[in-house]
């Protein structure tokens, strides 16, 4: 898929107030600072479209991104950011959880990871609850020009092997850098395979 345009549609954190076209949508989710947004931005080839910060915590609504006139992206605050305060971290939690399991539209949550770390637990517990809510998602590790492919393979097998613990086969799995646009057209034609079966 090309992308030809990408244009901010709305803000909010009440998934009622979300965009009522009934076009497929897809979500980017992960820990704060995983690198949503700035995926988000490699996928459109738009710098400025989603906000990129070195604090965690940048993003704190739900955005919707309509790409090409045909499909809303939608990018998520991080969950997990240990600095917000309890009540903050709670509020978030509840209008994102409500989005997810009330947009009827969404066709895949891509969930972020870290390709640099370990098998994390809230990760672990967050693709859980996706499965237990029978939500499709996929696996995006990011960063990757960030390691080395030896220790990038090492840390894939160690997440697969801890995902194969609970799952019988795994979710699409894709691996990415922002710096380097690398796993844009993966994403991309995924996205249409699924646009063009709606
Ligand atoms: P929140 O909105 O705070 O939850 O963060 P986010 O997940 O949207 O992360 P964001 O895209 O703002 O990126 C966080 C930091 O990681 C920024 O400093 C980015 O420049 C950096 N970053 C994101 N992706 C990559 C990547 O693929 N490679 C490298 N080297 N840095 C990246
Ligand atoms: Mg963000």
Same mark, same amino acid.
């Given at each position: ?26 979500? @980017? ?43 809303? *992206? ?20 509840? $209008? ?20 640099? *770390? ?7 517990? $967050? ?46 799995? @894709? ?24």
């Amino acid at each position: 898929m090309k992308v030809n345009t990408a244009e901010f549609v709305i803000s909010n954190t009440d998934y009622k107030l979300c965009p009522k076209d009934d076009i497929p949508e897809f979500a @980017f989710i992960g820990r704060s600072n995983v690198g949503k947004s700035s995926l988000i931005n490699m996928l459109v080839g738009n710098k400025g479209l989603a906000k990129i910060s070195g604090r965690p915590g940048k993003t704190q609504l739900i955005n919707h991104f309509i790409i090409n006139k045909q499909w809303f *992206l939608v990018d998520l605050p991080g969950y997990g950011y240990a600095k917000a305060s309890k009540v903050q971290r709670d509020k978030w939690e509840r $209008f994102i959880v409500e989005y997810l399991t009330n947009r009827k539209q969404l066709n895949n949550i891509f969930v972020l990871l870290d390709s640099r *770390l370990d098998p994390q637990k809230i990760d672990l517990e $967050f693709m859980n609850w996706c499965g237990e809510k029978q939500l499709p998602f996929s696996m995006v590790f990011t960063k990757i020009d960030k390691l080395s492919s030896s220790a990038l393979a090492k840390n894939l097998a160690k997440y697969k092997k801890e995902m194969l613990k609970y799952w019988e086969e795994l979710p699409p799995v @894709f691996t990415t850098s922002s710096e380097s646009a690398f796993g844009k057209e993966k994403i991309l034609n995924y996205i249409d395979v699924i646009i063009k079966d709606c």
